[in-house]
């Protein structure tokens, strides 16, 4: 990817939920909604105060993150269907979930 995010901004791609319910039921594709978990792709430098230091991003690369169901701006990125938020909009990590596998092209 050749976009790096600025400042807080952290770059996101979303994470397909499963298409069955607990009970074996298959939900269509128009019944879906947005996934609110996604893997992280790349993170800005971070956030400066009032006194100018710089503050460290809490997420990183490779993190699996929970974020607001209206959170982000989507963008197309090489062919990708990605999210810039910033790091307030995301609501925590998920630890112990692998990240996806990337699909071959």
Known sequence: ?????L????????????????GGI????????????GEVLAVGPGARNDKGELIA??????DRI????WSGTEVKIDGQDLLIMKESDILG???????PAKKAA
């Open 1 to 5: 990817m050749k976009f790096k995010p």
């Open 7 to 22: 400042h807080d901004r952290v770059v996101v791609r979303r994470v397909e939920e499963e298409s069955k319910t607990a």
């Open 26 to 37: 298959i939900i269509p594709d128009t019944a879906k909604e947005k996934p609110m978990q």
């Open 57 to 62: 991003m809490s997420v990183k690369a490779g």
């Open 66 to 69: 929970l974020f607001g169901k």
């Open 93 to 99: 990590t998920l630890d112990g979930v692998a990240a």
